[in-house]
């Protein structure tokens, strides 16, 4: 498997005896060079003798030497200045685009690592690297986990720069469609994302102190109150006022409001519900607690979940959908609701403002945020806690969660730092 020669050539893991090209000339590897992993050369800026001559330039690694042939690198200018040819089966000379006979080296790659490497990719177990864990220095554990935070921050500002250039370039509204989209939790992420993009917010801004027109625009546009969300006999008074009011605004703004099918209504809890997460988020936005400033003042967890602790109006205190009455209660966002929106809204869009003006404080500020918040607890941090590796704060848990959706999900262990110590000899002969 070509992955696991790169693996091998990247760690140096040579046989015993010296290296020759299939020519037989010595060659004596003084830098591996650096690991493409876009397209181009596999290796760059590497260093090496060759018969005694020192070449610097680009390495390419192939399982078979004819696979040079079969991508199409003899026609492509990109790999003139390769050096050197890694391979593990030779069956061909190869040639550069110029014609050049390029120097190739056969390297087989130690039985060890293919046999844990079968281990890691058909283990049932999560995470297939759990014997390894133990064993780990913590240095390397907190260097791999603050690496995946950041990777997993530079995932979030992917998706706002997006936001960004859909808004023009508009903050305030690309953080009222963050926040929108995590308070669908998951299960209606997708929908208050559609939601949010659907909202005029300068229109609203005219509205913004009359918390029922901001509540009868929010619900309006969700399409809560069409004829096929609202059964008739729960049609009471709240939901004529509410109808009333945005048949106004939708004249007046020429509102079209999304579908009510696209809500996903079954299996939730009742605290849960569309139509109280968007009470929640109007009363935020009648009180002006959503406002970007005032993202940006908050300088503490705390502060943040003291801003964003939001209640319903005063009709959802004892409803959880229109005509049905329940228990009466404010129906705050809980701790646990409060930490989710920090972790998934408040940092990435700190960190991402920060890197669009260069202020390195807000991208510091973001991390902060993450190491001052109480890490998230479901099946991926409790498996990880098992195999010995526990999370402190946010942060941590972001990091295990990058790690399983984008790495072990993929079984791409060979771009896991934990991946590539379970492979290495020396710590397979305490494994087996």
């Known amino acids: 498997m070509e992955q696991l020669l790169h693996y091998t050539w990247k760690h140096r893991f040579f046989p015993l005896e010296p290296l020759r090209t299939t020519t037989g000339e010595e060659v004596d590897v003084i830098d591996t060079g650096l690991h493409n992993f876009d397209a181009g050369p596999d290796f760059f800026n590497a260093k090496v003798k060759i018969g005694g001559r020192l070449w610097a330039g680009n390495v390419e690694i192939h399982e078979r030497a004819s696979d040079w042939y079969r991508h199409g690198h003899d026609k492509d200018a990109a790999y003139e200045s ?3 040819h890694v391979v593990e089966t030779d069956d061909a000379e190869v040639r550069t685009p110029s014609g050049r006979i390029l120097p190739q080296l056969v390297l087989p790659v130690p039985q060890s690592i293919k046999n844990s490497f079968e281990e890691l990719q058909h283990e049932e177990h999560y995470p297939p690297c ?3 864990i133990p064993r780990l220095p913590l240095l390397t554990q907190h260097a791999w986990l603050s690496a995946l935070t950041t990777e997993r921050l530079e995932q979030k500002t992917r998706r706002i720069e997006d936001y ?14 963050v926040l929108a989209r995590n308070f669908g939790f998951s299960v209606n992420s997708e929908a208050f994302e559609q939601w949010a993009f659907s909202l005029d917010l300068s229109a609203l801004s ?3 102190d009359d918390a029922l027109l901001v509540e009868a625009f929010f619900f309006g546009q969700a399409g809560l109150l069409e004829e096929e969300a609202v059964e008739a006999s729960c049609r009471d008074e709240h939901y004529q006022l509410l109808l009333r009011e945005y048949r106004f605004l939708q004249s007046k703004f020429r509102l079209k409001p999304i579908g009510s099918g696209t809500w996903k209504m079954l299996r939730l809890r009742p605290q849960n519900f569309p139509c109280i997460r968007l009470s929640q988020l109007a009363n935020l936005y009648h009180e002006r607690r959503v406002d970007f400033s005032h993202i940006l003042e ?10 964003l602790c939001a209640t319903v109006t005063p009709y959802w205190q004892n409803h959880y959908a229109f005509g049905k009455s329940g228990t009466m209660a404010p129906k705050r966002l809980q701790e646990g609701s409060l930490d989710l929106l920090i972790i998934n809204t ?13 202020e390195e404080a807000l991208c510091e500020r973001a991390f902060e945020l993450l190491e001052t918040t109480r890490p998230e607890r479901n099946f991926i941090t409790r498996s990880w806690a098992d195999a010995g590796i526990r999370t402190e704060h946010a942060a941590d848990s972001q990091a295990l969660i990058q790690l399983k959706r984008e790495y072990c999900d993929r079984k791409d262990c060979l771009r896991c730092r934990f991946g590539t110590e379970y492979l290495r000899p020396a710590a397979m002969n305490t494994l087996h």
Do not use: C, M, N
């Open 164 to 177: 960004l250039q859909r808004t023009g370039q508009d903050w305030e509204r690309t953080f009222f469609i």
């Open 82 to 84: 390769t050096i050197l």
């Open 346 to 358: 408040v940092a990435p869009i700190l960190f991402s403002y920060g890197r669009s003006r260069a």
């Open 298 to 307: 908050a300088s503490t967890a705390q502060a943040l979940r003291d801003l």
């Open 206 to 208: 005219k509205h913004r």
């Open 130 to 132: 759990y014997r390894i």
